[in-house]
């Protein structure tokens, strides 16, 4: 009896080292720190939320604030009445924000895969550097405080910074194939916890020169980082002389490693249109259209449930510097860098959660294992005692258990769904797809931050937990056909073995 190509040993460890070269190491590194600069900056406004509220409003209606002089100078030119307003409006910035970062992925997927990724992921930096030092800056250093200013200006960068993720995932891609996908993107997509502590660490050091010197600095950091980009960036190594993916896997591990680990044709010929894999090589890639990616199998469904998961971790991601220092009275410089402990949660769980999906070679059961578990997570930290040793602790666990989840979706997950049959391996689909799916989730999250701020003015931070274990319980609801199918097909292969031992 013929043992089907699934219950055949993979080498994918050997594989992936003997493909791995210097120019391997310098692409993961580039994407690496080109992302987490950019979320540097972002991190950069969260956690001076409490600066930015303090400097918009009257000081004889906010104790907190510092005392601002000239005195008729900060009451003629304030913008709130009250820190209460001032705080909306900064959930107002963060939908705003969202909602052009997510308009902006389904254009920069679509851009991204027909130019030069190099040139879209440099120019993206850049300009959004300068756009962010426009907003926190500038604007401060001539004291010139505008609504609408500022919300322009928000739309320009979310629309800046959309052109980041699709490009990264799309170039690393090119490089890394299926052998060791889901502990190689589970490890990379932790540039975006790496960014938050950056971000978080710097903003704490220089906070207490003025909010505007967190911006300074940031920005700083990230239009350089966009100028190495652009000089030294190799988007796929046809570039200098190696071979294409598919050919190079095809080489080291043959026909199953073209296979990305989401097909269950090994087990279920009757259902190919659900069979995620890499074709041949020899058909010209080409980009595809914006709706045929979005009918590709599982795009839809992962796509809403990264809106109910990004919407989560978003909010963390947004409001926990503010959270801490508005819930327990901690200072804005403590609580920026208790905060960073959310994100060594996610680095972990991103790493050890690729790792165990790639050994099962199956995706939706780990995710669904630990959505589940974070739902226990988001309630205990709900409770959390004021000190701040336990809070870290129980704020990594959170983190483990929500960001990991996020960082597979967005990374490895997209990477699998833009290489599947119906697009016969395509680097050319990989940015529009990863477009599609962190587009969706930015939607989500733009929505979610509104509500945030709205929940909790009104009922408290109480009700806000509630909603994150509503929006958990959602996303495993959306993946839960997936989770599934994949187990019945880990069940057919466990009795395949044993009709074939």
């Not at 701020?453 to 806000?464: A, D, F, K, P, Y």
């Amino acid at each position: 009896m013929a043992m089907p190509r699934s219950l055949r040993r993979q080498p994918g460890n050997r594989a992936l080292a003997s493909i791995c070269t210097h120019h391997h190491i310098a692409v993961f590194l580039l994407t690496f720190f080109s992302y987490s600069l950019l979320h540097a900056s972002r991190k950069t406004f969260s956690n001076v939320k409490v600066s930015i509220s303090s400097q918009w409003t009257p000081t004889f209606l906010n104790s907190t604030a510092m005392e601002l002089q000239p005195y008729e100078l900060w009451n003629s030119s304030h913008l709130f009445s009250s820190a209460e307003e001032a705080t909306l409006f900064l959930g107002t910035l963060d939908t705003i924000f969202l909602f052009s970062y997510a308009v902006g992925l389904f254009v920069s997927g679509i851009v991204g895969d027909r130019l030069n990724l190099r040139w879209v992921l440099s120019f993206g930096m850049c300009s959004s550097a300068l756009v962010v030092f426009l907003f926190g800056t500038v604007t401060e250093w001539l004291h010139f405080y505008n609504k609408w200013f500022y919300c322009c200006l928000w739309v320009l960068n979310g629309l800046l910074q959309s052109t980041g993720w699709p490009c990264v995932v799309a170039v690393m891609g090119n490089w890394f194939g299926k052998a060791g996908r889901g502990f190689v993107f589970g490890l990379w997509s932790a540039c975006a916890s790496v960014g938050n502590i950056l971000g978080a660490f710097l903003a704490s050091c220089v906070l207490k020169y003025g909010y505007e010197y967190a911006f300074l600095v940031t920005t700083s950091v990230q239009f350089a980082g966009g100028g190495v980009v652009f000089f030294g960036l190799i988007t796929s190594p046809k570039e200098v002389g190696l071979p294409e993916l598919d050919a190079e896997e095809k080489n080291v591990v043959e026909e199953d490693a073209n296979r990305p680990l989401m097909s269950s044709e090994d087990v279920d010929d009757y259902d190919r249109n659900y069979s995620i894999q890499a074709s041949d090589s020899s058909i010209q890639p080409k980009a595809i259209g914006f709706f045929q990616a979005c009918c590709l199998p599982g795009v839809i469904l992962y796509s809403l449930a990264y809106a109910c998961l990004k919407l989560v971790n978003y909010s963390f991601f947004f409001w926990l510097p503010f959270y801490l220092s508005n819930n327990f009275g901690w200072r804005e410089a403590e609580a920026d860098q208790l905060s960073i402990w959310y994100d060594v949660g996610g680095i972990i769980g991103g790493t050890i959660q690729g790792l165990i999906s790639d050994m099962l070679r199956k995706r939706a059961p780990v995710l669904a294992i630990s959505l589940l578990l974070a739902v226990g997570a988001l309630f205990g930290y709900s409770r959390s005692p004021d000190s701040k040793p336990i809070n870290a602790v129980i704020m990594a666990v959170t983190g483990f258990f929500i960001g990991g989840p996020s960082n597979m979706i967005s990374s490895a997950i997209s990477a699998d769904l833009g290489r599947q049959e119906l697009v016969r391996g395509s680097s050319e689909a990989l940015a529009t797809v990863t477009g599609i799916v962190d587009g969706t989730g930015s939607i989500g999250a733009a929505v979610g931050q509104y509500l945030v701020s709205l929940i909790q003015e009104n009922l408290g931070w109480m009700w806000v937990f509630y909603f994150f274990i509503l929006m958990i319980s959602s996303t495993v609801l959306f993946i839960s056909p997936l989770v599934v199918r994949e187990i019945r097909l880990l069940l057919q292969e466990r009795r395949l073995r044993r009709l074939t031992g």
